[in-house]
């Protein structure tokens, strides 16, 4: 990170180089040249870094820490995929006692 951190510290200056009056045209290219490659690399690190922050946020905690388990029948695979279901409407419970018995 350190090295992405020196790199735009790099461009910063060299835009601020290219804004000056007194520049001459040949070194306003240069600057440029440098600038491009410097931004284009830090792109692609920035593109790296995106990638290793959208896996973290999108694995669970424990998947980073430990291995997951494998499940041991087909009634645990099926719950899983399916995720818990909430029964409150079931038909069964009164709701403020405005259901008839």
Do not use: C, H, W, Y
């Not at 200056?13 to 830090?42: H, P, R, S, V, W």
């Not at 980073?64 to 995929?81: G, V, Y």
């Amino acid at each position: 990170m350190k090295n992405f951190e020196e790199n735009l510290e790099r461009l910063e200056q060299l835009t601020e180089n290219i804004k000056k009056t007194d520049i001459t045209l040949e070194d306003a290219l240069k600057d440029f040249e440098e600038g491009i490659k410097l931004a284009k690399l830090m792109e692609k690190e920035l593109d790296a870094i995106e990638g290793k922050v959208q896996i973290l946020m999108s694995s669970p905690a424990d998947l980073l820490t430990e291995q997951p388990q494998k499940k041991s029948s087909k009634a645990k695979e099926s719950k899983a995929e399916t995720g818990p279901v909430l029964d409150l409407f079931n038909g069964t419970a009164e709701l403020n006692g405005t259901r008839n018995a």
